[in-house]
């Protein structure tokens, strides 16, 4: 007997209506009518003379041929007796566990399956070690994010598979998003410089993250110079203004012509000049009051969008803070947007800090960066949104920084509402607790290799349980989230522990 033979028999596969086939089977359960023995969603395994064949329970269904007519069951209930009092049932309760066929393990690689398993073939359990090269994780320099679920399996995709495409983590308020970004941030962190350390920069937009700051390196087994966060709050944000081509303003305000981008664009390219040691948009306001070649009607307007645009206080002469200081390898930045209520302030940020980021990755100024967007919908929404100014950096990013190791890391709990080419490209997705149906139908358009089982269970699946898909696995994988090495203090407080302290 092979070591592999050696591993729990969960039952016998069975010849019904539809199969066995090369796509599915269906098993009979061994062990009694109230054993649980297999559940939905976990792999099984065929050893075959041409491999073995890998499968995950879609569905179980319970049986009983004393129960299958009710013309019957009804009659002996009418006497006043059960049937068990009567008949043996128990002997004949039996549980068929159906499957949907992966792949075929042959030679420690994948391939496609192109034959059915034969009726009377015995369904085991599959080895763990198997599992894990079928799946292509990393059990050496993987991210440990969590552990596979109803298997003794750590989940431990390479950060090359999870990251380099792009990632997307979508699911309901409340499902876990945040607690999985704090895992999947400590993982990133505490890696070491011989495995490759990756600059982050998070758009925190309520300060959930702000606590990372507070971690002592000691905390995560590492030195002092292999640990840095740094917090930037964002009113201490400022946008040089000499950065900005008459375009990029346009881009800020509504409805500006092209002729007055044209007279804007002349009096930037002087004042560039002239004035090497930069310039406020104060300065722009002055030269478009003295600039009589320009209209009177084109200098109100200019000079008005150039005032507000000011009173937002996000600009100034020079750039707070300097991107290149703050994208270090193994370094987490975390942009801090819980001061602003202000959505326009939020996205002129963003918009700036996206732009920034893809010009110095193509210039290889700055080490491979990965760009964490909370409340993604926000800024790249489906719909056209005056306010939406970073939509089209941020699918600039999702089309070509991969390229250049840009990456994308997008938040939502309204898949539906975040741009489908932005959502296209990120060919890893991280899906937890979903029920709104609008919802899972963008999902389900838009995750490749996600099958309608997996999709249904989106509903069912538990806080801090997540479903990934794309490149990361091979199929789809049902993952329960780790805890956390480290937690915050001062924890939100329920609904009831919070009208308490407030009525001491």
């Known amino acids: ?40 969603g976990e792999f099984v395994s065929v050893v075959t003379d041409n491999g073995i064949v890998i499968a995950r329970v879609q569905d179980l269904l319970r049986t009983n ?58 369904v085991r359990r599959i080895d763990e070690d198997t599992l894990s090269a079928f799946l292509k994780l990393d059990n050496k320099e993987g991210l440990h994010l969590g552990n596979l679920a109803y298997h003794n399996l750590e989940f431990t995709p390479s950060i090359n598979r999870l990251l380099s495409k792009h990632l997307a983590i979508l699911a309901m308020s409340g499902a876990g998003k945040s607690y999985f970004i704090s895992v999947l941030l400590e993982e990133i962190i505490s890696r070491k410089k011989e495995q490759g350390r990756l600059s982050v920069v998070v758009v925190d937009v309520h300060g959930e993250y702000t606590y990372l700051k507070d971690i002592k390196p000691k905390d995560l087994g590492l030195s002092d110079n ?17 950065s900005l081509a008459a375009e990029t303003i346009s881009s800020l305000v509504a409805d500006m012509s092209s002729i007055q981008v044209r007279d804007l664009r002349r009096v930037i390219s002087e004042m560039r000049g002239t004035m090497k040691d930069g310039y406020t948009l104060a300065d722009i306001v002055t030269h478009v009051r003295e600039n009589e070649t320009i209209s009177k009607n084109t200098r109100e307007a200019l000079i008005g969008w150039l005032i507000n645009l000011d009173d937002t206080r996000l600009f100034g002469k020079s750039s707070v803070p300097d ?19 202000s959505l326009k302030k939020k996205q002129i940020v963003v918009a700036h800090l996206a732009s920034e980021l893809l ?39 999702a089309r070509e920084g991969r390229k250049f190791h840009a990456l994308l890391c997008l938040i939502s709990q309204r898949p539906v509402k975040l741009s489908t080419t932005v ?30 089982s997996s999709l249904d269970a989106i509903t069912t699946l538990e806080i801090g349980e997540a479903l990934f898909v794309g490149e990361t696995v091979s199929v789809p994988t049902f993952v329960k989230i780790r805890q956390r090495k480290y937690e915050p ?13 407030a009525d001491k």
Not at 362 to 375: A, F, H, S
Not at 439 to 445: A, T, W
């Open 1 to 40: 007997m092979t070591e592999y033979e050696m591993t729990a028999r969960l039952g016998t596969v069975i010849s019904t209506d539809k199969g066995p086939n090369v796509l599915e089977f269906s098993f009979v359960l061994e062990g009694g009518p109230k054993e649980i023995i297999a559940r939905r």
């Open 65 to 122: 041929r004393y129960y299958q007519h009710a013309e019957a069951v009804r009659e002996y209930q009418s006497r006043g007796e059960p049937l068990r009092a009567i008949f043996p049932t128990d002997r004949w309760q039996y549980t068929i566990a159906k499957t949907r066929v992966l792949g075929l393990w042959v030679e420690n690689r994948t391939a496609r399956p192109y034959f059915a398993v034969s009726p009377g073939a015995v």
């Open 226 to 242: 292999e640990f840095q966060v740094e917090h930037i709050r964002a009113s201490h944000i400022q946008i040089p203004v000499q």
């Open 323 to 341: 991107v290149k200081s703050i994208v270090k390898p193994g370094k987490i930045t975390l942009i801090d947007l819980s001061d602003f209520i």
């Open 359 to 397: 010009y110095l990755r193509r210039r290889n100024e700055i080490p491979p960066v990965l760009l964490i967007l909370e409340e993604a919908h926000q800024f790249c929404p489906e719909s056209r949104h005056e306010l939406a100014l970073p939509k089209s950096r941020i699918e600039t990013i």
């Open 423 to 452: 959502l296209s490209q990120c060919s890893n997705q991280a899906i937890l607790r979903c029920t709104n149906p609008y919802d899972l139908e963008h999902i389900g358009r838009s995750s490749e290799g996600i099958d309608r």
């Open 489 to 501: 203090d001062g924890l939100a407080l329920s609904l009831t522990e919070a009208v308490k302290k």
